[in-house]
């Protein structure tokens, strides 16, 4: 017995090093290194100040999203604080954890080493997983959730245990928390186990409860959302009536999915989706083929941005490692490996400056103009921008404050005790909610998604410094309206030189009752 104990221990050993995990957890701390060096090199995105904004607010929802990622935004602010390294510390960790759980899904598909590998490798070099590792927002934790949801599908069929189906529900409704799509994930899973002999799941009690749990997850938000009047889907309407997003042909929707994911990626993907539609060895995982076929065509028909599909190509990237594992395992062919890897991994440092912020500002521009291809614009505002908007609105921010203090510091104390600054949009309102404070501004006003929720504010209306706004406008609603000046023209913002005013003298009968008319949700 001492024997076989002495000659066991080397073999789990060796069965630990070899089985191609510790190079995946490798690949993600370097990962998450990467992303905590360079996620400092700009400025603060429109979108986090929204994120933050609503995490001093806490509450079971806002209008353009559920409660999650602002409760989260607000931990780890109360732990790290905001600094732009801390702030998105939390994306880079869970961009990170994505590397380990697609590789973990790659093993449950009967994965060995090389395809481990593989599927970590695409994960780390996928622009939209490096841009979900370098911005705080909801994208940064959909992917994470939605491979949580497959994870616990595959188990529930590999090992026949239905009761897996339960932590399918926990996670569907935690990712419902966070962003609403993850329910068209679960519908096409839905889909998929009625397509295919999976379809006995339910006639077992797990998968109901399972569905229980995430609705009960999610109710807070249900609720919050009846009470007041479903903003989210006011907001979806009214952008689908205004026309704001770029609606992509066929052809440039399925190119850009490409481009999401790295396009020398694109053939492992492709091979992932047939795979687990047609290859015999993952007929038991038929659902998740399917599902990618319901995601896909109901984003598309809605219009919905390119990116809506990033958090299912994880379990794709996995499913298709697999089967280039397989067909390269022949002798004569396992040359192709490292290279495959190798080619991958230049690649993506190529490119990595599309997503994150590796350049100066100029030195992208440059970089821009000598990339073979155009990079995506998703809504027709960004088109007039200098940088691409997920850099471009990372500038110009604090200018604009910085004209707002200006304003501030021409009323006088008896004034300041009464006038409220009232923004157009949640970028101007966030950036004055948090740079404000350093020059003694109070708390903005807009009527821009939830800042509408929180109010008008104790003020009379008798003063109010607006910005980006008209005197034709102004001189509507107050009797005396002030320029002050325009915000310092920062090159490579997308907001450029905001007009701020002052208006003295309302002509309305009062701030409270004149609120709903600012109301803008889109």
């Known amino acids: 017995m001492a024997t076989t104990t002495v000659l066991e ?4 050993r060796d069965t630990m090093l070899t089985n191609g995990m510790a190079f995946v957890w490798a ?3 370097l990962k998450l290194v990467f992303h905590i060096y360079y996620n400092n090199r700009y400025g603060y995105f429109r979108d986090e100040f929204d994120y933050l904004a609503c995490a001093r607010h806490l509450a079971w929802g806002y209008v353009d999203q559920p409660p999650l990622l602002p409760f989260l935004a607000r931990l780890s602010g109360e732990l790290f604080g905001y600094s732009l390294r801390a702030v998105r510390f939390l994306p880079a960790l869970a961009s990170s954890i994505l590397v380990i ?4 899904i790659a093993r449950e598909f009967g994965g060995k080493r090389f395809a481990l590998l593989l599927t970590a490798v695409c994960v780390l070099v996928a622009p939209q997983y490096l841009s979900n590792g370098s911005l705080l927002g909801t994208n940064c934790l959909e992917p994470s959730l939605w491979m949580a949801c497959a994870y616990f599908v595959i188990l529930a ?7 897996y189906w339960l932590w399918f529900g926990v996670f569907a409704g935690l990712g419902l928390q966070e ?14 186990l009625l397509l295919t002999v999976q379809r006995r799941a339910f006639f077992n009690k797990w998968i109901w409860i399972g569905g229980v749990l995430a609705l009960l997850i999610f109710l807070p938000n249900v609720l919050w959302n009846f009470h007041y009047q479903w903003p989210f889907l006011q907001l979806m309407h009214n952008i689908r009536v205004e026309g704001r997003d770029v609606v992509l042909p066929a052809g440039q929707y399925f190119v850009q999915q490409t481009l999401l994911l790295n396009p020398l990626a694109a053939p492992i993907w492709i091979a ?14 038929r659902v998740l083929g399917w599902s990618y076929i319901v995601c896909y065509t109901v984003f598309f028909v809605l219009h919905g941005k390119n990116y809506y599909l990033g958090p299912i190509y994880p379990m794709l990237l996995a499913a298709g490692a697999v089967v280039i594992d397989d067909a390269l395992s022949r002798p004569r062919a396992k040359w192709l490996k490292p290279i495959i890897v190798t080619v991958l991994l230049v690649n993506g440092a190529l490119f990595a400056p599309i997503p994150v912020p590796i350049l100066s500002p100029d030195s992208f521009i440059a970089y821009m103009h000598k990339l073979p291809f155009k990079l995506p614009v998703m809504e027709h505002s960004h088109e007039r921008a200098t940088l691409p908007q997920w850099y471009a609105d990372q500038f110009g921010w604090k200018e604009i404050v910085a004209e707002t203090a200006v304003a501030w510091n021409q009323l006088s104390p008896a004034e300041r005790s009464d006038c409220g600054i009232f923004a157009q949009d949640y970028g101007q309102a966030g950036a004055i909610d948090f740079f404000g404070p350093r020059y003694g501004l109070p708390p903005s006003l807009s009527g821009h998604q939830t800042w509408f929720l929180w109010g008008p504010g104790p003020y009379s209306g008798n003063c109010m410094i607006v910005l980006d706004d008209t005197r034709e406008n102004l001189e509507a609603l107050w009797k005396n309206v002030q320029y002050v000046g325009t915000s310092a023209d920062n090159p490579y913002a997308l907001e450029k030189q905001i007009d701020v005013y002052i208006c003295r003298g309302k002509k309305f009968e009062s701030w409270p009752k004149f609120w709903p008319e600012v109301k803008r949700w889109r």
């Open 27 to 29: 690949i993600a701390a």
């Open 9 to 12: 221990k080397p073999a789990q």
């Open 272 to 285: 992932g989706v047939l795979a687990l539609l047609f290859w015999r060895r993952l007929t038991p995982y």
């Open 179 to 192: 962003k609403y799509s993850i329910a068209l994930f679960a519908f096409g899973i839905v889909v998929g």
């Open 157 to 163: 069929i590999k090992r026949d245990q239905p009761r």
């Open 101 to 104: 759980q697609a590789a973990a």
